[in-house]
Structures are given as C-alpha cells and as structure tokens.
Antibody, heavy 119, light 111 residues
Framework: QVTLRESGPALVKPTQTLTLTCTFSGFSLSTSGMCVSWIRQPPGKALEWLAL???????YYSTSLKTRLTISKDTSKNQVVLTMTNMDPVDTATYYCARIQAVGYFDYWGQGTLVTVSS | QSVLTQPPSVSAAPGQKVTISCSGSSSNIGNNYVSWYQQLPGTAPKLLIY???KRPSGIPDRFSGSKSGTSATLGITGLQTGDEADYYC????????????FGGGTKLTVL
C-alpha cells in the first residue's frame, strides 16, 4: 500500500526558509522510474507544480521558483525534503507531495499540509 | 495564468453528461500524455484518468478521457451529486517555462 505524508511548520514568517518533509511508504525511491514531486495549491486557487526528484537523483524545478527551491531525498528514510527560501505571504498554500512514475502521472498523493506565511 | 486552459466551471443535472476541456500546445498536450485529477472539497487530488484515456482501478467507467491534437477532454456520464468537485488536467511540458503543468481547474456543479 502506497502512502505519502507531508510534514512541516504550519506557520512561517516572511523572509524565512520553509522546510517540508514528505515521508512515504509502499515503494522505494531507488527503484528505476520512481519519482516524488511537490505541488502546492493556494487557498481557492489551482494546483501549481513545484519540483521533482527521481530515482537517479535528478532534480527538476518550476522555472518561476527555481532560485528559491531545493529538493533532496533520503532513500534510507523514505523521505523527500523540499526547502523554499525567502517565504512571502503569496506562498501561503497547501503543499502536497505525490508519487509520479517515469511514464508521467501522479498516482498517489499525500493529504497535504497548509503553510501560512504571516508575521 | 495556467499553461493549460480549462473552463472555470461547468454544470449539469444529475444523470446527465458533462465534458471538460483542456487546451494546451505542442510543447505539452500535443506531444505528451494527459492525466486528469478529481479534487473533492477539502481533500487531496485523486488520479482519475491517465495516459489520455485510461482509468485506474476503482474509477468507474462513467469517467472517460480523450485527446486530439493539443486539446484533451474529460467526460462524465450519469452525473451524481458526489461528482461535485474540482477537476484538473495535467501533463509534461517540454518548454523552458515548466516541467509539469496543470490546468486552472474546472468546478463541476451537479444541479
């Protein structure tokens, strides 16, 4: 059974760095073709893809947020970590992690974690 | 402004059929598989259709997908009140602006 769960702070201050952890089970990120991605959704708005890391440790980022994002993995812990620097109130959103296989669709999602950016 | 264009809302009566369009370009839909996601209120998105027209296990055949050129369509027949949700299309994008793109989402109301 595949599960993913996001964890991290519910509240961050402007200019701070956000660190989110995706802990997953039911698959290995060392298996060829496996990838984990981060997606966010501001309240009442659409989904926005952020970043992806694959089994070979290749990393891909949203062009518009590339300078602020870092994605990494710890295969032994079954975790993927996303950091986002210089947080702003417009970054307030529910952040999801999801599994994607190389063929290209998000087949399993975490429940999401709401991050509010406010002083 | 999303790379993929969806109508903001659609509505139909229970038992009726509805379609949701998703328009893109040759850098995304035109050369890649499309997937669709259903997001019920207050929940995470769920995979509904993948590879343009395939349904994951457990998704009823009331849901269908198709693709033609740079556009894709989600169809839902026999509408139920439980189908009220936001629906998103998504696909890879080979342009410099993104790697994966979603549509802006369509709110389905079952009247």
């Amino acid at each position: 059974q595949v599960t993913l769960r996001e964890s991290g702070p519910a509240l961050v201050k402007p200019t701070q760095t956000l660190t989110l952890t995706c802990t997953f089970s039911g698959f290995s990120l060392s298996t060829s073709g496996m990838c984990v991605s981060w997606i966010r959704q501001p309240p009442g708005k659409a989904l926005e893809w952020l970043a992806l890391i694959d089994w070979d440790d290749d990393k891909y980022y949203s062009t518009s947020l590339k300078t602020r994002l870092t994605i990494s993995k710890d295969t032994s812990k079954n975790q993927v970590v996303l950091t986002m620097t210089n947080m702003d109130p417009v970054d307030t959103a529910t952040y999801y992690c999801a599994r994607i296989q190389a063929v290209g669709y998000f087949d399993y999602w975490g429940q999401g974690t709401l991050v509010t950016v406010s002083s | 402004q999303s790379v993929l264009t969806q109508p903001p809302s659609v509505s139909a009566a229970p038992g009726q059929k509805v379609t949701i369009s998703c328009s893109g370009s040759s850098s995304n839909i035109g050369n890649n598989y499309v997937s669709w996601y259903q997001q019920l209120p207050g929940t995470a998105p769920k995979l509904l259709i993948y590879d343009n027209n395939k349904r994951p296990s457990g998704i009823p055949d009331r849901f269908s997908g198709s693709k033609s050129g740079t556009s894709a369509t989600l169809g839902i027949t026999g509408l139920q009140t439980g189908d009220e949700a936001d629906y998103y299309c998504g696909t890879w994008d080979s342009s410099l602006s993104a790697f994966w793109v979603f549509g802006g989402g369509t709110k389905l109301t079952v009247l």
